[in-house]
């Protein structure tokens, strides 16, 4: 081990968009947090442009939905073939939209809230050692020529797809290659398009053009016929051909500041921890960029992490609540998996069964409102539950949505979202409430706006991230007592 010694409460490893929304969330929280960075400067080079509702649901709880979407442009539906549409226009949420900004807006945002609320930023870091034992991790880094060892109760490996901690901790990451030789250039068009994003699958390959916001557009264009080795050169001719040849539209891209060739694996580990070790985004799962939804999903393995981790380090809750991570996060990982992989999949049909069975399942969706709607639901996020205990209430589990509460303070919540801001849980009943006040510094009580809507007799408690915990159909105040014990710990602790 190193001379020098930082300590921290948690240690995260990566300032992508994963590790900088579970940074913000545990310094709110009051924890030590310190987030290692391999790259000495930040990047303005961006991948994820398509943020989802569950997300912005998720932004909207930190008090930051409103800033991202100034940053981009908001569409409601996503042409994913000819006559297939993601259509986000029926979902019940207060954004029934996809966000399409660039990954550096939602970086930036997210960086600044946690620096804001006192997290530590290390750039420059070179991370070479794991250890841990029953009182907690050691990371042994070199940044700036010197040897550290940073100390915590827990790390997080949020180092994306080529994850070092994952490496260093052996864990595996089965999968396979699922498309290679994709195109990417940031260019100039002479010609706007008349969508704000614009995709088109042929049986020779696809392309994609999105706006960055400033005049920039991303194009990402796929040929079949033209696979080359990654470090190939790319070259502007070669992309524009294979965008007008796809899109049937020549828009004059020039003046290109940026291009690689970039290949997509499917892959995801077993375990999303290992003792004191968690992974999170990218780091235990990856896919094509097919529907838009791998920063999404690391952004809500965020979300279930932070809250969980808060809860065991200030003791409220058992280690056991971090096993929950697995339980809940993993499921939701494979699920996007399989249907990146079979947008990809169809994207890619080549041979005439295939392309039949790919039109068919297109005429068929965009005939079928039901399976078009369960689609949207899975990839905006929306229609992720977790599983419930046997005997549970119906709600346990499920994702709350943006419920109007009775406002009984001037600037108090009138909505979930908002009071889910304190980053506690929310209990909402009309009944009176006083048997939470010993928990006061982890719940925040309300009453929902309408007494006799859906809520009428039922006492409902939220988790910090939105999902229920328990609920109740006029339950006594042992049961409720009962119920906050569980899971907000003992009072006082
Ligand atoms: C072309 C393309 C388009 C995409 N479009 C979308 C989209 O529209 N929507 C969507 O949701 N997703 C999209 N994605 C996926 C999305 O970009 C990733 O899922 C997302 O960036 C993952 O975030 P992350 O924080 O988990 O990892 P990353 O963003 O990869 O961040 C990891 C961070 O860890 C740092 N790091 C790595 N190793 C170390 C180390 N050893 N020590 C310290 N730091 C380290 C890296 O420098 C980086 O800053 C797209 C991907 C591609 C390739």
């Known amino acids: 081990m190193s001379d020098k010694q930082q300590t921290s409460d948690v240690v995260i490893v990566g300032a992508g968009p994963t590790g ?111 250890h841990q034992d029953h009182r907690g991790v050691a990371l042994e880094v070199r940044a700036e020529g010197e040897s550290v060892t940073h100390t915590a109760k827990y790390a997080v490996g949020a180092d994306g797809v080529r994850s070092t901690v994952r490496d260093l901790l052996g864990i595996p990451f089965p999968g396979e290659s699922v498309i290679s030789s994709v195109l990417l250039a940031d260019v100039r068009l002479r010609r706007e398009p008349e969508n704000v994003l614009t995709f088109y699958a042929t049986a020779q390959g696809f392309a994609f053009v999105v706006p960055f916001g400033d005049g920039w557009y991303r194009v990402i264009a796929w040929d079949r016929s033209r696979p080359r080795p990654e470090g190939d050169p790319v070259s ?170 009775a406002v009984d303070e001037p600037n108090g919540p009138s909505r979930l979202h908002e009071a889910l801001r304190a980053g506690r849980f929310v209990l909402i009943s009309n009944d009176e409430l006083s048997v939470a006040d010993p928990w006061a510094d982890r719940v925040v009580t309300a009453a929902p706006a309408d007494p006799h809507g859906k809520l009428r007799d039922t006492v409902l408690l939220v988790r910090p991230d939105g999902y229920a915990a328990w609920a109740g159909i006029d339950p006594s105040r042992g049961e409720l007592r009962a119920a906050l014990s569980q899971w907000l710990g003992t009072p006082g602790d």
């Not at 030590?32 to 509702?53: D, P, Q, Y």
């Not at 979407?69 to 029934?96: C, E, H, M, W, Y």
């Not at 068919?360 to 709607?373: F, K, R, S, Y």
């Not at 990839?379 to 549970?392: D, F, H, L, T, W």
Request: glycine fraction near 8%; aromatic fraction near 6%; charged fraction near 20%.
């Open 236 to 405: 502007l001719a070669e992309i524009a051909d294979i965008t007008r040849t796809v899109l049937g539209v020549d828009y004059g891209l020039h003046d290109a500041r940026w291009m690689s060739r970039f290949h997509s694996d499917e892959r995801q580990v077993p375990n999303y921890r290992s003792g004191r070790f968690f992974l999170a985004g990218d780091a235990a799962h990856c896919h094509s960029p097919a529907g838009g939804q791998g920063m999404n999903t690391g952004l809500q393995d965020a979300a279930n992490l932070s809250w969980k981790l808060a809860a065991v380090i200030r003791g409220w809750a058992p280690d056991a609540l971090l096993d929950t991570y697995q339980t809940e996060r993993h499921p939701v990982g494979r699920t996007v998996l399989r249907s990146s992989g079979a947008i990809i999949r169809l994207a890619l049909a080549r041979s005439a069964p295939t392309r039949a069975l790919r039109s068919a399942l297109v005429a068929t969706a965009g005939h079928l409102g039901p399976l078009a709607e369960i689609g949207a639901r899975q990839i905006s996020g929306i229609g992720i539950s977790y599983p419930a205990p046997k005997g549970s209430h119906h709600l346990v589990g499920r994702r709350i949505p943006d419920l109007r509460l």
């Open 20 to 130: 900088l929304l579970l940074a913000g969330d545990l310094a709110t929280a009051g924890l030590r947090v310190t987030v290692l960075e391999r790259r000495a400067a930040e990047s303005n080079l961006t991948r994820a442009f398509a943020v989802h509702a569950r997300t912005l649901e998720q932004f909207d709880d930190r008090g930051l939905a409103d800033d991202l979407i100034a940053t981009g442009q908001v569409i409601d539906s996503v042409q994913l073939f000819n006559r297939l549409a993601l259509d986000t226009r029926k979902l019940p949420t207060r954004f029934p939209f996809v966000l399409i900004t660039p990954q550096s807006n939602t970086e930036n945002l997210l960086k600044e809230r946690a620096l804001k609320a006192g997290a530590t930023l290390v750039r420059g870091v070179d991370l070479r050692a794991l």
